[in-house]
């Protein structure tokens, strides 16, 4: 029976036809399934650059372009174009096999060959060609075919291999371009989705390409998902992944395994498919957790949209990690009493001050949580031995055995009171968890894991037990901006083998992207699992304009012009609630708010649920994981971004001091790489430290 392919290309377009014209392409192809090749009365073209492209009739303006094997029966609508223009399109385009991953490709052969005698000629005035350091034959094991080697070995610039993305075959333009970028021609593999068991693939039976391309082609089941694909208006990460988030979101693993990547790389679109494959395939319960409320509510939202009945959702719990900790903790002890952050402060400088030692409230909370909680530390021995990474102060054994006294003291008196703290909440949640036979979750998926302390990932542990497909993580170390560094393998989580990195951007620019990855430049940052955290490779679809930057003398002139840099956003027609406005302080968020409300422009705080449809202003913190077409940073001023009250002092303790600005710079990265289409970054007075290697 004949089967029906739609390319990602196409179905993309064709959402920018009229429906009627949608309509019209979905009752052509309803009666595919029954219809012989004949009856669909396709076309043969006469100057076809590939003889199994043909042409179909939509209407009397439309005709579609369709891929048709020589062998199988797997039909794929590749176009829907203007009359001539199909006809045009058909006759330049050929489809070829990837022989490296086996998958199909489209390129647009006339524009490649009209090309490299043009740049042969460019390449003659300059001495180094662009991949001189690449064999050929490495470029044929990477899938890099003869026409495309042959224009590839004429480059001298990137911007030439960028400028031939509308017409080189996909994956061997994301090849050339990781190569480029200097990743290694393992990682460049590894990041199109390659196996690890290098298969070889028939690179002339085209209907098993396309059932090997999901990625690219999705195929219908029949009239009806045909009908619901081209008549309701749909997202594409909904349908199309890329190699490795499929990969990822649909393999067998034999323990817990990861996927990393930078902003916009579709981790979460990675975990939510995991998320709803465990809800298809397994009896047992599914966990889909994150760090804050908002973000779960936004995972819940997604999920509902991938999950088609209510008994699939029923599988999946979402929840953000703290909600978790609370309910077991509830079940067995009932609500707990929480101290407030001003009282457990209070508590401290009381003790410290009994006891006379020379640390500061806020050194001591820190030490409790960092040292004492993050490493389950029982006893003064223990502490003795504890490792300070990452505290940079130095401690001696009497200091040590001070502290220790202070800290008791402080347990202490929270137990007699009967007082918890969050962290102390998840503690003796993960402490039940531990005690009981039956685990709540048969799988666990983790968004934004860069976060999560390691009294939550303990939690996370304790809640699945240790087997296939337990647990599946999703995060990127650059966007931590919290304090905690948690080291996977020291809380007994073991990735290793399981691991992959994604590196195409669907979100932002590419503008905007390499903007924000300039403030990281020579950062370096922990990958979690005691290797090093790299940007190499990290790159965009689409370009757009660069990010805007504005000083102003005053605050007053500043929330002038970020007011009217938003009323120049709507009157050129976005949504107000397409536009996000990050402030480092929840106070500058309240200003800006406010502004903007006496300027009459409907706006919203990003914390408060309130009506829909208005600017959201929040703070930066509060902008992790969401996104918006158009974002303004503002107040990213010298004495803002960073805050000093953010910063251990460098003479109090060098490292802590290193770490609050990392993860400061990271804070504003994570602000900056939410928009979509348009940046805009404002300070008064002097700018942030930060932008010097960006202006
Ligand atoms: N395969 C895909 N096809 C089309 N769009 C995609 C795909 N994967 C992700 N996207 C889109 O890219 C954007 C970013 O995706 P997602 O939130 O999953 O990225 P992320 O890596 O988790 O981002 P961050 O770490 O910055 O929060 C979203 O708008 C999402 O819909």
Known sequence: MAKLGIDMDCLKEAFRLDGPVRSRIADVFA?????????????????????????????????????????????????????????????????????????????????????IPKLAREAQETPQRLFEHVSDSVLANLGVDEQTCAFARELTRVEQLEAAKTFLPATQWDTLFGLAA?????????????????????????????????????????????????RQSFELWRIYLHPVQYQMAHAAFRGPARITGGPGTGKTVAALHRARLLALQSQGQVLLTTFTSTLASALRRDLSSLLESEDELLRVDVHHIDQLAYQVFQASHGRPAILRKDEELAIWQRIAKRQKVPFTEAFLAEEWRQVVLAQSVASAGAYLAAKR???????????????????????????????????????????????????????????????FSPMQWRLVRAAVADDTDDLFIAGDTHQRIYNYRSSLREVGIDIS???????????????ILAWSLAMLVGV???????????????????????????????????????????????????????????????MLGKEAKDFLERQEIPVGSLAQAGPANRVQVGTMHGMKGLEFRCIA???????????????????EDELAHAHDLQRERCVLFVACTRAREQLYVSWHGSPSPFLSSVR
């Open 497 to 511: 083998g399981r691991s992959a990195r994604l590196s195409l951007n669907y979100r932002t620019t590419a503008e």
């Open 182 to 230: 200097g990743m290694t021609p393992e990682e460049v593999w590894a990041d199109i989705g390659g196996a690890v068991e290098r298969e070889s693939y028939d690179t002339e039976d085209v209907s098993a390409a396309v059932e090997r391309t999901p990625e690219r082609v999705l195929l219908v089941n029949g009239p009806a998902d045909l009908m619901q694909v081209f």
């Open 389 to 451: 990474a990452g505290r940079g102060r130095g401690l001696g054994p009497r200091q040590r055995a001070q502290l220790w006294e202070v800290i008791w003291e402080f347990e202490q008196e929270l137990r007699l009171h009967g007082q918890w703290t969050h962290e102390t909440v998840c503690i003796e949640a993960t402490k039940i968890l531990n005690e009981s036979e039956d685990k709540p979750y048969r799988h666990v998926i983790v968004d934004e894991a860069q976060d």
């Open 633 to 651: 940073a503002i107040g990213v001023g010298e004495h803002q971004v960073p805050p000093a009250t953010a910063i251990t002092p460098v003479e």
């Open 524 to 586: 370096q940052i922990d990958d979690m699992n005691d290797g090093i955290e790299n940007i190499a490779g990290y790159r965009s679809q689409v370009h757009g304009e660069m990010p805007l930057l504005r000083g102003f003398p005053t605050r007053f002139d500043e929330m002038e012009g970020l007011a009217r840099q938003v009323r120049a956003w709507l009157d050129a027609g976005v949504e107000p609630g397409e536009i996000g406005v990050a402030a480092r302080s929840d």
């Open 31 to 115: 009666k595919f399934e029954q219809a012989t090749y004949a009856g669909l009365h396709l076309e043969k073209l006469n100057n076809a650059r590939d003889g199994r492209i043909r042409t179909i009739r939509i209407d009397q303006s439309w005709r579609g372009v369709v891929l048709a094997p020589d062998s199988g029966d797997t039909y794929t609508l590749l176009k829907v174009l203007p009359h001539d223009e199909a006809y045009r399109w058909a006759e330049r385009h050929r489809v070829s096999v990837n022989g490296a991953n086996g998958r199909i490709e489209i390129r647009d052969s006339d524009a490649i060959e009209a090309a």
